[in-house]
């Protein structure tokens, strides 16, 4: 098969997204997801209550993600940071080819949308479980689209796979919610066809009973129809807006926010000027997640997943007559034995450049460098050197960091929102910036040692009773007198 200009358009995408996606992508959040793994692993049965912390010590902790934190300590044990980093683009490369499987029309504007999306997602690729909810999000988007596309005749087939990736979905994130929201889309979408004729009924009656099989799926886990509520006590927590970055709305002056509202300004000004009657379903799913990317920067991945569909379905018609005549771009698989392979030459030297860039990552060395710049590293060579004793108060942002890195001491808090809910949460952020009663925590937690960022309200006030004993430009170690 010769190598057309084509298919290395097509590929030069996939290595694109691939060398944008593997960078060092272990975050604060990645390390409790692997101490949970190891510690499943070890015990050989997943948690019933919390063994890490001091403050909900003891707590029942039923977390979904038992699949993928197994793997994650697998792939670390194997090829330490440096897999995860290159997991991680694997996993974003999955999502987007099945995003590509959405998209229609020329081949060049279904890239460079495709580039703009992966851009625009790009503010939230860790290793973590979330990656799974981003690439089954993809494939459910997929496969509903394909479903309507053929009028709702491969219902039957394509409902088995549904489910069993329901199941898959549930034993591996809590974003498992995302799929029904799809579901929901199309559900409503059907509504609508239905009432102005275009759908019979029996195609809603399908899909409602789709969504019970659904429900019935995410109780396939071990901890049954617990899981049903799992989703809504997440976000159900006031504490996420009001602290936690990744469930504010995002800045639009951070460079990495922007190509966000590049996407939404490419979906707008396709749909603007195209004329085509815009889908119902295009406008649930881009509108919704846009939205929820407006309201949480975390969804900024998922609306970044749904825009390139409904853009290439009213860019392409519009522009596919410029790039023709005047690009005079074919989309013939024809090509001679000279093109192919100076289009395998020039396929070959991207393959290089992107081995390269991953060789950038995957050295201890280069993670481990990266490290001191976003965790407590010295300070944490300072207590296992010293071993000061006593309950530990920590930075929200380094509690995963803690765990996986100095587990002799339990945290007073980490990544773990669903487990701490408002009460702790509240707790920490009163001692953080040194509200009424700050004091009053540490002392009924019996806290002896804080290791905290140096810009805290409430390294200010420990002048009394405390003494600091370490600090660089990361963290400080304050012990009591």
């Known amino acids: 098969m010769k190598l057309t200009f084509k298919r290395l358009v097509i590929l030069i995408l996939f290595l694109a997204i691939f060398a944008m ?73 999955l999502a987007f080819l099945f995003v590509w499987k959405t998209t229609e029309g020329n081949v060049f504007i279904r890239a460079f949308t495709m580039i703009l999306a992966a851009a625009s997602s790009g503010v939230y690729w860790a290793a973590r479980p979330y990656l799974v909810t981003f690439v089954l999000t993809a494939v459910y988007i997929w496969l509903f689209e394909t479903m309507r596309k053929n009028g709702y005749r491969s219902m039957r087939r394509d409902s088995i796979w549904l489910m069993v990736l329901m199941v898959l979905w549930t034993n591996s994130h809590g974003g498992f919610l995302t799929g029904f929201l799809v ?105 919704g997640f846009a939205f929820m990317g407006l309201m949480a920067g975390r969804n900024i991945a998922l609306f970044s997943l749904a825009a390139p569909m409904v853009i290439t379905r009213h860019l392409s018609p519009l522009l596919e007559g410029f790039t023709q005549s005047k690009l005079r771009l074919s989309s013939s698989d024809k090509v001679s034995t000279k093109q192919a392979w100076l289009n395998g030459g020039i396929l070959l030297l991207i393959i290089l450049a992107v081995i390269a860039k991953c060789c950038l990552v995957y050295p201890l060395s280069a993670n481990e460098k990266a490290f001191r710049d ?64 700050w004091e009053a925590t540490l002392d009924r937690w019996d806290v002896k040692i804080i290791l905290i960022e140096p810009g805290m309200r409430v390294t200010s006030l420990l002048e009394d009773g405390w003494e600091k004993k370490y600090e660089d430009e990361m963290a400080q170690v304050w012990v009591r007198r």
């Not at 199309?186 to 004729?197: A, R």
Request: net charge negative.
């Open 374 to 437: 976003i965790f407590p590293v010295g300070a944490v060579e300072y207590i296992k050197q010293t071993k000061p004793e006593g309950k530990l108060f920590n930075s929200y942002n380094w509690g995963g960091y803690l765990l996986w890195n100095l587990p002799e001491y339990p945290v007073f808090i980490d990544g773990r929102t669903d487990l701490y809910d408002d009460e702790i949460i509240d707790e920490w952020i009163k001692v953080v910036k040194g509200e009424a009663g």
């Open 183 to 287: 579901w929901g889309v199309f559900l409503v979408s059907s509504v609508i066809d239905w009432l102005t004729h275009k759908l019979d009924f029996c195609i809603v009656q399908r899909l409602l009973g789709l969504g019970l099989l659904l429900v019935g799926c995410v109780c396939i886990n071990p901890y049954g129809f617990e899981m049903l509520a799992y989703p809504f006590k997440t976000v159900g927590i006031a504490s996420l807006r009001d602290y936690i970055q990744e469930w504010q709305s995002p800045n639009f002056h951070a460079g990495n926010v922007q190509p966000f509202a590049w996407l939404m300004l490419a979906l707008l000004a396709a749909v603007g000027f195209s004329g085509r009657k815009m889908l119902w379903s295009d406008f649930f799913l881009a509108g």
């Open 21 to 93: 996606a593997a960078r060092i992508s272990v975050d604060s959040d990645t390390w409790w997801h692997l101490r949970a793994g190891q510690w499943i692993l070890e015990q050989g049965r997943l948690p019933e209550t919390d063994p890490f912390s001091y403050t909900r010590f003891g707590a029942e902790w039923h977390y979904p993600g038992w699949l993928v934190e197994i793997p994650m300590v697998w792939i670390f044990n194997a090829s330490g940071f440096g897999g995860l980093n290159l997991w991680t683009a694997f996993m974003v490369c």
